[in-house]
């Protein structure tokens, strides 16, 4: 069985950083991609960053240059540097390892506030 288990969120200044993780088990990750989304109050939820099986990453325009995904094959973990945090960075944030699987994990909020 895949499971996901996100770690990491917190509360945060604004300008701070948060580094989250989400670690798999029951599926090798470098095998798949996977996506970091978000869901802020009364929004629906947003891609946010994806990694694919052979490195490559994309972001969404409001956090290119502040937020980085990488991928640890050894600890099987993904994780999401989040740098320069601003308010509207204030969401539940999702790791989803992508199809075949389409697995979620259960979310870690994350709030940006002074």
């Known amino acids: 069985q895949v499971q996901l288990v996100e770690s990491g969120g917190g509360l945060v200044q604004p300008g701070g950083s948060l580094k989250l993780s989400c670690a798999a088990s029951?599926?090798?990750?470098?095998?798949?991609?996977m996506y970091w989304d978000r869901q802020a109050p009364g929004k629906q939820r947003e891609f946010v960053a994806v990694i694919t099986r052979g490195g490559s990453t994309n972001y969404v325009a409001s956090v290119q240059g502040r937020f980085t995904i990488s991928r640890d094959n050894a600890k099987n973990t993904v994780y999401l540097q989040m740098n320069s945090l601003k308010p509207e960075d204030t969401a539940v944030y999702y790791c989803?390892?992508?199809?075949?699987?389409?697995?979620w994990g259960q979310g870690t909020q994350v709030t940006v506030s002074s």
């Open positions: 029951g599926v090798i990750l470098s095998t798949a991609t």
């Open positions: 989803h390892l992508g199809l075949p699987y389409d697995v």
